[in-house]
């Protein structure tokens, strides 16, 4: 009995993907909640529940892969096509 490809989970090393996904998931709260903090006390519970959604699926994504990706339009890595002749400076 052939379980398939897919059923093989011996040859895959997950260990990158889920650290790469904690850190993001780390630095999402953090740049949630900076804003979000700000709204605590002067905003309802639900406008607070909307803009920490909005941030966190449509805003946190595409401007972390602006930056930190390395096709991301001002990614370090970038060889080609930089904006003023530079990527982002990571320190």
């Known amino acids: ?34 804003p979000v903090g700000t709204l605590a006390e002067r905003a309802t519970v639900t406008f607070t529940v909307v803009c920490t959604l909005i941030l966190a699926i449509f805003i946190y994504p595409v401007i972390a892969h602006m930056f930190w990706h390395e096709n991301g339009r001002f990614s370090a890595m970038r060889e080609k096509n930089l904006h003023f002749g530079c990527g982002v400076i990571d320190t």
């Open 1 to 34: 009995h052939k379980l398939g490809y897919y059923a093989m989970f011996d040859h895959l090393d997950l260990s990158g993907y889920y650290a790469e996904f904690f850190l993001h998931m780390g630095l999402v709260i953090i740049c949630v909640g900076i």
